[in-house]
């Protein structure tokens, strides 16, 4: 077992519910919470940058009152995600605001900081660092992140391009912390397999784009109802990072799915947000994991499927 920070230990399910640019909301947070999984928005959801004050003193106060009725089903911890890139022109003002409200867990992408791992720590906050490989896991611990993120290939958003095999693997050789594992994990057996091959936590994304919290188009959910790993595309053309996306939102954009041409990472910019917003507004982001997804509902009825799942995929082997 890896050692866990009192925040993570003994979750109900070993499940964090991922950022999603433009899709996450406290709504879908505050339903992931309630329901058992860490639940986490991006801080650049909130437009404009004041909107996050309210969104956090929301979250904040309504998982509190929703603990003090339910202290013996108390609601997972929730995790704001900082895009840590020298685009993010709102990465100070933020971050005030996560120390402010002692946001119990913060993801970070896109560059590892001491800076922000120490003013997390400074209240007591723990810090996990997304990945795509061995080297940006090492430079993240080194620069004092608590734990971190394996993003494999098939995963939605910036994927990279490993085995989700090949990367936990390197990483438990030398690390002992806290480790999540995404990647088209989207049903409870999958779950288990990420834990059995040495993660602590599985992250999901793309499946809670399909559900009734997450501030998605009806077409995006139904995309994604309807799609199959046949149907995501990787590329860089959107960003300047590659990243995994759905053909059909490309071909409703007048683009060829199979011809794309290359993109260039000078533009990519988070922070600024107009840009970056409308490609992911048009450009559906998705992982592989998409067959496994097979109606709209609500986000806890999502988590009641994925615990019936990964309790029927551990007593199948008799664990
Ligand atoms: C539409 C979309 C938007 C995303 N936005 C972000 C983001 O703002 N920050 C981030 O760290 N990761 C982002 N991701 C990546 C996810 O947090 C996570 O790594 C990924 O969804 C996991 O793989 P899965 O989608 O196959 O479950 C995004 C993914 C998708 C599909």
Known sequence: MSKLPPVL???PLPIIGSPLFIISNPKLVIAQCKAGVVGSMPALNAR???QLEDWLA??????????????DKPAAPFAINQIVHKSNDRLEHDMELVVKYKVPIVIT???????VNDAVHSYGGVTMHDIINNAFAKKAIEKGADGLIAVAAGAG?????KSPFALVQEIRQWFDGPLALSGSIANGAAVLAAQAMGADFAYIGTAFIATEEARASAEYKQAIVEGSSDDIVYSNLFTGVHGNYLAPSIVA???DPANLPQGDLKTMNFGGGDSAKKAWKDIWGSGQGIGAVTEVGTAASFVEKLKREYQEARSRLAL
């Open 9 to 11: 230990a003994n979750l």
């Open 58 to 71: 929301e979250i904040t106060e309504e998982l509190a009152a929703y603990n003090k009725a339910n202290p």
């Open 157 to 161: 958003g910036h994927a990279g391009i």
């Open 109 to 115: 992408s896109l560059g590892a900081r001491t800076d």
């Open 48 to 50: 404009p940058a004041s």
């Open 253 to 255: 954009a007048g683009m």
